[in-house]
């Protein structure tokens, strides 16, 4: 158990919906990293977050948008949904300065 | 910008065989490195590290892997596989950057057989 806690764990919905995904990171990790997970695209970088504002940004669409809130959860909004979205989507979390990511077990989106 | 290349989309190794799951990256300074394997329906859990200092690092479950600046590489290696190492297998690169912990880079993953 890396600490990390994601919900839900699977969502099956339909296109042109939204969806929200939440993220528990470890306690005391003020970093808060997102990634999809896909058969074609492999692990990519959405957006990263660092108690609470945005410091850096990956692959994310237009239609995808995240916060982290002051008790450093974060969501993970996506809106308009497609086929193609259709992934397991990752959070992860960090310890300042320490490199390595600990990643929870990811929600598996599935769009209809 | 980083990228991590895993030239061995999958490999198929005898249990009890060694194994070497190699790994290149692109970086135009000293890196962070990683190793991250993923089992069926799993988050991806830290095998090893490279910060710096001693170019072979030891993971857990019996993995290390080996820091090779000159050729840009930091393959993966264990000496005696177990039924229970099949799995997918990332190599990730990550920037040196004071605060807070840089995004990695991921490699396409290697996915391992073990055949009994």
């Known amino acids: 158990d890396s600490g990390v806690t994601q919900t839900p764990k699977h969502l099956i919905t339909a296109t042109g919906q939204r969806v929200t995904l939440r993220c528990s990171p470890r306690?005391?990790?003020?970093?808060v990293y997102w990634y999809q997970q896909s058969l074609d695209q492999g692990l990519q970088f959405l957006i990263q977050y660092y108690n609470g504002e945005e410091r850096a940004k990956g692959n994310i669409l237009e239609r995808f948008s995240a916060q982290q809130f002051p008790d450093l959860h974060s969501e993970l909004n996506l809106s308009s949904l497609e086929l193609g979205d259709s992934a397991l989507y990752f959070c992860?979390?960090?310890?300042?300065?320490?490199?390595?990511?600990?990643f929870g077990e990811g929600s598996r989106l599935t769009v209809l | 910008a980083q990228s991590v290349t895993q030239p061995d989309i999958h490999i198929t190794v005898s249990e009890g065989a060694s194994l070497e799951l190699r790994c290149n990256y692109s970086y135009g300074a000293t890196p962070y490195l990683f190793w991250y394997v993923q089992s069926p329906g799993q988050g991806l859990q830290l095998l090893l590290k490279y910060f710096s200092g001693d170019t072979l690092v030891q993971g857990i479950k019996g993995f290390e892997a080996e820091f090779k600046r000159s050729q840009s590489s930091f393959n993966l290696r264990k000496p005696s596989v177990h039924w229970s190492d099949a799995a997918e297998y990332f190599c990730?690169?990550?920037?040196?950057?004071?605060?807070?912990?840089?995004?990695?880079?991921f490699g396409t993953g290697t996915r391992l057989q073990v055949t009994l």
């Open positions: 306690s005391g990790d003020l970093s």
């Open positions: 992860a979390s960090s310890v300042v300065a320490a490199g390595e990511l600990f």
């Open positions: 990730a690169v990550g920037a040196k950057r004071a605060g807070t912990a840089s995004k990695l880079t």
